[in-house]
Nanobody
Framework: QVQLVESGGGLVQAGGSLRLSCTAS????????MGWYRQAPGKQRELVAR????????YYADSVKGRFTISRDNAKNTVYLQMNSLKLEDTAVYYC???????????WGQGTQVTVSS
């Protein structure tokens, strides 16, 4: 079993910052990538940012480029999402994702609420 535990969500005013953390534990094996997705009410879950283990490349959704930064501590199996200049439209439940193993199995955290107020 693999568990992903997120922390760091909360309520913040527009223009503010939050830092999300996600730690993987349990039967960890060959992490291919870790990332963050989000889902706002009435919308589909979307990829926010992702970091690939092999080579360390990163991907950001256009809507967060220049404002969000993803990073990893491989020794701790932890991924972070630093979110700056938050906007109202960033309000969503943020989910941590880890893709592992030869078959690319996806594991998900329970989600953490981020609410940006005006």
């Amino acid at each position: 079993q693999v568990q992903l535990v997120e922390s760091g969500g909360g309520l913040v005013q527009a223009g503010g910052s939050l830092r999300l953390s996600c730690t993987a534990s349990g039967s960890i094996f060959s992490i291919n990538a870790m990332g963050w997705y989000r889902q706002a009410p009435g919308k589909q879950r979307e990829l926010v940012a992702r970091t690939i283990t092999d080579g360390g490349s990163t991907y950001y959704a256009d809507s967060v480029k220049g404002r969000f930064t993803i990073s990893r501590d491989n020794a701790k199996n932890t991924v972070y999402l630093q979110m700056n200049s938050l906007k109202l439209e960033d309000t969503a439940v943020y989910y941590c994702n880890a893709n592992m193993g030869r078959w690319g199995t996806n594991y998900w955290g329970q989600g953490t609420q981020v609410t940006v107020s005006s």
